[in-house]
């Protein structure tokens, strides 16, 4: 089930970005790491941005980037993994044997293609079924799919995984 979200007048995809960093952030995010994906490509020009104070790490494999994150949170750290949905496929052995069991606190940023306007036939079996895949492992999700939606910090400041489903209409992304 999905934490409600609250409007908000953020009217460019920068600005939506910039919100989402703030908001990981406030909710005790201390890393990124992932894979680079069309629909949080915002964010992640935002989190390359010289002012954002949240390292970012860019690896070839979202499981690779899981198990970073992993081990950043074994550590005391607070990491949240940016990844498209298709590579979520490629985390379940990962997030089953490592994340859930442990309770580790890592924050996931999954962009859902195929849903939405995304239409693509290779996406549409991963867009139907990763926000039942969370929570069948008892993630809390918050979806972000309309532009004026807002992800409150206090979704994500809790012990174990959380996840931010990203709607590709919520940044504006057209196939």
Not at 123 to 136: D, Q
Not at 161 to 169: D, H, K, N, T
């Amino acid at each position: 089930m999905s934490t409600p979200i609250h409007p908000v007048d953020l009217h460019s995809p920068a600005e939506r970005a910039r919100h989402l960093l703030g908001a990981l952030k406030d909710a005790g995010t201390t890393s990124l790491t992932g894979t680079p994906c069309g629909i949080l490509a915002p964010l992640w020009r935002q989190a390359h941005d010289k002012t954002s104070d949240l390292s970012l790490v860019t690896v070839s494999r979202e499981d690779t980037a899981l198990a970073f994150a992993a081990g950043e949170a074994l550590a005391g750290g607070h990491p949240a993994v940016l990844m498209q949905n298709s590579g979520f496929g490629n985390c379940v052995n990962v997030m089953a044997s490592l994340i859930c069991p442990y309770d580790l606190h890592v924050t996931l940023v999954i962009s859902l293609r195929g849903t939405g306007n995304d239409t693509t036939p290779e996406n549409s079996a991963m867009g139907a079924t990763t926000a039942s895949i969370l929570s069948h492992w008892g993630i809390a999700t918050t979806l972000l799919a309309a532009p004026g939606d807002l992800l409150i910090p206090r979704n994500l400041a809790r012990n174990g995984p959380s996840a931010v489903l990203i709607a590709p209409e919520y940044f504006g992304w057209c196939p």
